[in-house]
């Protein structure tokens, strides 16, 4: 919606409620408390933050200097909370107003920042209350890990697994009391155990091979090497059927040891880039496991390849969840076997990972995670090891690691875009801003980016580099002094002595990109044909 100064003047009077938020925001509003409010706001089914409004009544249009830079808020919101915001700036005769609309979270998520489930209460943000995130919790459907198997008991348990698990959550936590907890009282605090009984959580993570058997057979994961893509038995099989704990570790070890390590020349130096990262291969394992349907017959398969590793579990995606949105969506099928996962530190949020498969796949420059197989009964991943430019990859070890560990998954989405010297797509353009700031990028253009010259030194193009700058060094003094002339036009007679190096079709050229990038136009033509700043408001250009 492109709001105007009247919808700003007909939305005054409306009561401060549900699905809106006035904030005065004068000079600046911090960004930390815009964000938490977006968060209240899809937690109570979305809604518009206005800034520049008085919060009491009667209200008034007061301007708001806040966020200069929208755009680039808007990204960064997105990029904390996954939500799809979007804003208006509104010129209103009394200032400027500022409206970021806040979509509704989706079903069965609550929102969460920094560990909060934040929700309204009057002037006051506050914590969700327990009923009613366990009401949104409800509405994905569900949730077979938390239902108690029949007949399990504590005996079924593997003691090894469950001490694996209170290792990680102790070093997660740094909480040397959770050593002291007797196992019962460790696997209620994770809600394994419930006053309804032992939980197929508690089986999956914990149980014996004879328990997981018994009670849930189709809960077995497979481990295959093939070697090639033909027909026939693998080189290798390994079949678990037993607490996740005691095989988790033992799945990377089989990978890794076929993980061929690829050597590329960086200066005096050879280095190694593993065909299979530790962390991507790690977090599928993950994603399988808390997102399979364990009502389902069929088992998970990890097949690793020479050159891939796919994966396949049984049932489709969850709902509201697709190849193409998830990315950004989180919805674990199984909550309390992800949730337990999040404790221990197996994962950074409870039901994702998603992301850190995209970012290390592009940080070793490779295809993306391959989602497309999937069909309504089963997901099936496939993630690529092969380099696809080490061009790329000797680029990125010029920069600390800790820099890139600061990279959000959009800036690393504008990288590979970069990397394959594509245009970066509008939602994203912001996100170059910062990859300028590190000295990874600059700007080629208005809306164009291109990495930096270190990655054209390496790739040996310097001068595509050189001219794709100076291209937009005169572009610039061009559209510099068409801007002069905005009310009468400047002919092409008056450009050509501002660069006397180019003829008059070269110059052409230039005026002709500059119209593609919407930053002048042209109207009349032949003697009378005038370059005006801007696009055409008019759409006629000549």
């Known amino acids: 919606m492109n709001w105007t100064p009247q919808n700003v003047d007909d939305i005054l009077n409306k009561p401060e409620g549900e699905n809106l938020e006035f904030k005065e925001a004068r000079n600046r509003y911090d960004f930390e408390k815009l964000t938490q409010y977006c968060v209240a706001l899809a937690n109570e089914g979305g809604g518009k933050i206005i800034l520049g409004v008085t919060d009491s009544r009667p ?22 909370l996954h939500l799809g915001i979007t804003f208006d700036e509104v010129f209103h005769p009394n200032g400027r107003v500022l409206v970021f609309y806040v979509p509704s979270r989706p079903g069965g998520i609550a929102i969460q920042y920094d560990g909060q489930y934040l929700v309204r209460d009057n002037d006051s943000l506050v914590g969700m209350p327990g009923e009613r995130l366990s009401e949104i919790v409800a509405e994905a459907g569900h949730d077979f890990s938390a239902d108690s198997c029949p007949d399990l008991t504590m005996d079924d348990l593997e003691a090894r697994a469950i001490e694996h698990f209170r290792q990680r959550w102790i070093n997660k936590r740094g909480d040397l009391g959770l050593s002291a907890l007797s196992r019962e009282q460790l696997l209620a605090d994770i809600e394994a155990v419930t006053d309804d009984g032992v939980t197929y959580a508690a089986l999956v993570l914990f149980g014996s091979r004879a328990a997981m058997r018994k009670h849930l057979a189709q809960a077995e994961v497979v481990f295959e090497y093939r070697s090639s893509n033909a027909a026939g038995p693998a080189q290798q099989r390994e079949e678990f059927t037993e607490a996740f704990f005691l095989w988790y570790d033992r799945l990377w070890e089989l990978v890794n ?16 880039v593993p065909m299979f990262g530790e962390r991507a291969v790690r977090e599928a394992i993950l994603n399988a496991v808390s997102h399979r349907n364990y009502q389902l017959g069929g088992n998970i398969f990890v097949r690793q390849y020479p050159d891939r590793i796919e994966i396949d579990s049984p049932g489709g995606f969850p709902r509201e969840i697709s190849p193409e949105n998830i ?5 674990p099928r199984n909550r309390r076997i992800a949730e337990i996962f999040a404790k221990c530190g197996l994962v950074e949020r409870a039901g994702q990972g998603v992301d850190l498969m995209y970012r290390d796949a592009i940080r070793q420059s490779k295809q993306h995670p391959d989602f497309t197989k999937s069909d309504q009964y089963t997901v099936s991943l496939s993630l690529a090891g092969r380099i696809r430019n080490t061009a790329f990859v000797r680029f990125l070890n010029q920069f600390e690691p800790d820099d890139l560990d600061k990279l959000g998954t959009d800036e690393w989405l504008v990288l590979d875009k970069l990397s394959r010297e594509q245009p970066v797509p509008n939602d994203l353009r912001p996100c170059a801003d910062r990859l300028i700031e590190f000295g990874m990028a600059i700007r080629a253009g208005r809306g164009r980016f291109i990495l930096s ?6 790739l040996g193009r310097l001068e595509t580099y050189r001219r794709l700058r100076e291209d937009e060094k005169r572009k610039e003094i061009l559209e510099s002094r068409i801007t002069e002339c905005a009310v009468d036009g400047c002919p092409v007679g008056d450009l050509l002595p501002l660069l006397p190096a180019l003829n008059r079709d070269q110059l052409r050229e230039l005026l002709e990109e500059l119209r593609a990038e919407q930053r002048v136009h042209l109207r009349g033509s032949r003697r009378w044909a005038r370059w005006h700043p801007g696009s055409d408001p008019e759409g006629e250009e000549g």
Request: zero cysteines.
């Open 59 to 80: 209200r008034q249009v007061v301007g708001s200097n806040a966020f200069r830079q929208p755009e680039r808020t808007r990204a960064g919101l997105n990029q904390r």
């Open 257 to 272: 040891l076929r993980n061929d390590q690829q050597h590329y020349q960086d200066g005096m130096f050879v280095l190694d």
């Open 327 to 331: 990315l950004y969506r989180q919805s």
């Open 453 to 458: 010259e270190a990655f054209y030194g390496i």
